[in-house]
């Protein structure tokens, strides 16, 4: 059995496989096999309340999954799969409620990844697939980080590293046309906006209000994708021994859960390492979560990036979003 017959079989029996995407590796069940759908929150250790993305092979399999495809849903899917959008849209009975939580919409995307496009095509299923790791923390952006993640558990099909690097780009879409974005990604709310005034298809973006945020994306923890070692944000260059005073000032601060996730603070205080992105966006979210993992490898005993102020909207949005979650502590200068 070559690689992609092997996964068809562990998916058909019920089991889960790892799945490169464009964005990061999923860790993917098909959406008829219960089984599938509750080994991959037993395997990631996620809360039943965190909804799992829907992955299919093009819009006709989308539009059997959702009661609201619209001229609106149609442009994006045309301008934008396959490729690291997901639409969040009501949902049919096909999908579980499993998959949603409990919800009456499903997140659908359509990768672009050749691997997945051919395991999703073969499955002759959409396949259910959260990002391949162990809940809240640092996404797999190459095989062998899920390899890693799962001890050598999970079977994982070989896709070379993620050529986007952080997660899908995340719109609910409603009836009316009004869209919110609910997870920044790669595909930024401008560009949605100039395909969208190009095409003259009408809509409107509300803006999100936390409350209202938590209720339309229950996944959308304030600490996720965590590194093994905690880490500190800057907003400037600091020499080490400041950097590790003003940490050991602020621990007493810290708490020890937020939202139900472990916030990693440090055992003591002597020991940075400093992680360095690329000056450009894009290729700064292809290297974050590698940088992280193999940041948190070292013998540090806390993680340090400066990140200025200027690094916190428009390209660099989804960027930030990932850091200020990851991170244990900003310090303010
Ligand atoms: P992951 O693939 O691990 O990044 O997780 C998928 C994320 O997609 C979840 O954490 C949710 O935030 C989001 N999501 C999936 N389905 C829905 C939905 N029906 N409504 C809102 N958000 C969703
Ligand atoms: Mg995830």
Known sequence: MNPLEQALKILDEGGVVGMPTETVYGLAA?????AGLKAIFATKQRPFFDPLIVHVASIAQARTLTTGWSPLTEALAQAFWPGPLTMVLPKTPAVSSLITSGLTTVGLRCPSHPVARQLIEDAGQPLAAPSANLFGRTSPTTAEHVKRE?????????????????????????DQGDLRLLRPGSITREEITRVLQNQQTSFRWIEQIEKIEKIMAPGQMKHHYMPQR??????????DGDLLQRIRSRLEDLPEEVEGVRLLKPQKVERVSWIALPNDPVLAARQLYQALREAGESS??????????????????????????????????
């Open 300 to 333: 540090a005993d806390v993680l340090a990036l400066v990140w200025p102020l200027e690094r916190r909207e428009g390209a660099w949005l989804a960027v930030w979003d990932r850091l200020r979650k990851a991170a244990s502590l900003d310090l303010e200068h």
């Open 230 to 239: 905690p880490l500190i944000l800057t907003r400037g260059p600091m020499r």
């Open 150 to 174: 799962f001890d050598g558990k999970v079977f994982v099909l070989e896709g070379g590293p993620s050529s986007v690097g952080i997660e899908s780009t995340i719109v609910s879409v409603s």
């Open 30 to 34: 098909r959406i008829d096999r219960e």
